[in-house]
């Protein structure tokens, strides 16, 4: 209860969730069985089973456009302040690939960095090519 520490990073959406606003607050979390989304106001939460995560990726912003946008361009207004991009690739119930993308400054893209070396240190499974 006290002392405790939250797990939860916050961040703003980007794209990938259609409830949800672009550059709109949320929070998100990974606990053992999944990937919890959750906005401030007002309240909505989306849960992604861990199963589902093909990846996670830990990104600046001129990488995260030219990989998802095809173009280097950078959204920030305010200048000296970067960018950092958390993607989580998932496949969704009828089995397509899609990615959700939330960005954060500097002082939670270490967090997304442990978010992604959670997702490596996951036992993997048999697939063929």
């Given at each position: ?88 690739r998932y496949q969704d119930v009828e089995g397509t690939e899609q990615y959700l993308a939330f960005w954060g ?25």
């Amino acid at each position: 209860m006290f002392g405790r520490k939250k797990k939860a990073i916050k961040v703003q959406h980007y794209e990938g969730l259609k409830d949800f606003m672009q550059d709109f607050p949320c929070t998100i979390e990974m606990n053992d069985e999944q990937f919890v989304i959750q906005r401030i106001k007002p309240e909505t939460t989306v849960n992604l089973p861990i199963e589902r995560i093909l990846a996670i990726d830990a990104m600046e912003e001129e990488r995260f456009m030219l990989k998802y946008h095809n173009h280097e361009t950078s959204t920030t207004k305010a200048k000296g302040i970067k960018k950092y991009y958390l993607v989580v690739r998932y496949q969704d119930v009828e089995g397509t690939e899609q990615y959700l993308a939330f960005w954060g400054t500097a002082s939670e893209y270490g967090k997304f960095i442990e978010l992604q070396k959670r997702k490596m240190d996951t036992p993997s499974s048999n697939y063929s090519l």
